[in-house]
């Protein structure tokens, strides 16, 4: 059993979402690594920083990572295998990416109760002025606004009268 730390530069980008690990991004990796009757046994933490924007407000937004990983490294068979030892070495760069663009949110926010976009202004809900906007006029009663709308109230009414006897 060995344990090694291991800090990497992100060779390109990972992810392709709204966020995604920068490339150049600092990759710490700590690992364990294990021999055991069919390969080794490689367990580990990352972590790392993700970059982009907030799903809700557009916002920037960057957050840390922290992901747990285990998977088994087999030794050249005839069985097929994800992840096979080669002349002794264990090339950890692709499941240390997956299992970090696997963590990363779909849908991140800059705060967890982000209010987003107006939907009528654009603007971002976080930094608008305080006033209310005005409601949306619904489509089907927009033709009305052309017809005016001052009316004289003066004028006779048509009507039934009223004809109750008492």
């Known amino acids: 059993m060995r344990q090694e730390t291991i800090d990497v530069s992100a060779a390109e980008k990972w992810g392709e979402g709204l966020v995604a690990v920068a490339e150049g ?50 030794y050249p068979g005839d069985e097929a295998t994800d992840f096979e030892v080669q002349d002794d070495h264990v090339d950890l760069e692709t499941l240390v990416r997956d299992a970090i663009v696997l963590s990363l949110p779909f849908q991140p926010v800059c705060q967890p109760d982000c209010p987003g976009l107006d939907p009528a202004t654009g603007e971002r809900l976080t930094g608008s002025s305080g006033e209310e906007q005005p409601e949306p006029i619904d489509p089907r009663w927009a033709g009305l606004q052309d017809y005016p709308s001052d009316h004289d109230d003066d004028a006779p009414r048509v009507g039934v009268e009223n004809t109750e006897k008492s």
């Open 25 to 74: 991004e600092n990759v710490h990796v700590r690992v364990r690594l294990e021999s055991v009757h069919e390969g080794i046994l490689v367990s580990g933490k990352v972590d790392t920083t993700y970059e982009g924007l907030c799903s809700r407000c557009l916002n920037d937004v960057a957050a840390p990572v922290e992901v747990e990983f285990q998977e088994l490294f087999a």
